[in-house]
């Protein structure tokens, strides 16, 4: 079958159309990496980047966000005292202190175990609008309204997100009890309990 010339004017336009969008979309998706990369400062030859200004200023808490939103030369400041900080604690191999040491692992083991947590665990976590139906009718006595005379119950779609976060905190427990059963289940571990309670805390 013959493509007419308009068909043809027609498909080569949409194709590129396609193409500068692709392009575009392309160009737009470096220059964000670019700028989330841009060095901010370099201390001693170590970059701050924007990224890493965005991500530590992101753990802090909302309070403080605004604050720094308004003082971003300051937050900078900090972050390069922090690093000045950090070398020199390296140059004078604080990190090989025994005590040091020992709190370093103990904080690696709270920072893999949350992350476990959230990513093999807690992610596939999913509570259904009809679980969310069926709670809400199975307890509608729970939700009233207080104030009303007489008291009024609250309406399904008032209340749904509440249920949906108790649901998925309730599940969200369960499944990591669970795993942590099938863990223990499948590990070898042994207690002194003499030496248990004969310990002295300090």
């Given at each position: 079958?013959?493509?007419?010339?308009?068909?043809?004017?027609?498909l080569?336009?949409?194709?590129?159309?396609?193409?500068?969008?692709?392009?575009?979309?392309?160009?737009?998706?470096?220059?964000v990496?670019?700028?989330?990369?841009?060095?901010?400062?370099?201390?001693?030859?170590?970059?701050?980047?924007?990224?890493?200004?965005?991500?530590?200023?992101?753990?802090?808490?909302?309070?403080?966000?605004?604050?720094?939103?308004?003082?971003?030369?300051?937050?900078?400041?900090?972050?390069?005292?922090?690093?000045?900080?950090?070398?020199?604690?390296?140059?004078?191999?604080?990190?090989?202190?025994?005590?040091?040491?020992?709190?370093?692992?103990?904080?690696?083991?709270?920072?893999?175990?949350?992350?476990?947590?959230?990513?093999?665990?807690?992610?596939?976590?999913?509570?259904?609008?009809?679980?969310?139906?069926?709670?809400?009718?199975e307890?509608?006595?729970?939700?009233?309204?207080?104030?009303?005379?007489p008291?009024?119950?609250?309406?399904?779609?008032?209340?749904?997100?509440?249920?949906?976060?108790?649901?998925?905190?309730?599940?969200?427990?369960?499944?990591?009890?669970?795993?942590?059963?099938?863990?223990?289940?499948?590990?070898?571990?042994?207690?002194?309990?003499?030496?248990?309670?004969?310990?002295?805390?300090?």
């Open positions: 079958m013959k493509l007419s010339a308009r068909s043809t004017q027609w080569f336009l949409s194709s590129l159309v396609v193409i500068i969008v692709s392009l575009l979309w392309l160009l737009h998706t470096l220059r990496r670019e700028s989330r990369q841009a060095v901010l400062a370099e201390v001693n030859g170590i970059n701050i980047t924007v990224s890493d200004f965005n991500r530590l200023c992101s753990l802090s808490p909302d309070y403080y966000r605004d604050f720094i939103r308004e003082n971003k030369r300051k937050f900078l400041e900090d972050l390069i005292n922090r690093e000045l900080l950090f070398q020199e604690a390296k140059r004078k191999k604080i990190d090989r202190l025994e005590r040091v040491r020992q709190k370093l692992q103990d904080k690696e083991k709270d920072i893999l175990v949350e992350a476990f947590t959230k990513e093999e665990i807690l992610k596939r976590i999913e509570v259904p609008m009809n679980e969310v139906r069926s709670y809400y009718e307890h509608k006595e729970e939700f009233i309204l207080f104030g009303t005379v008291p009024q119950k609250e309406n399904f779609d008032d209340v749904k997100e509440r249920i949906k976060d108790l649901l998925a905190k309730s599940k969200e427990v369960e499944a990591f009890g669970n795993h942590l059963k099938g863990l223990r289940k499948r590990a070898k571990i042994r207690v002194n309990e003499e030496l248990l309670q004969s310990l002295e805390l300090k």
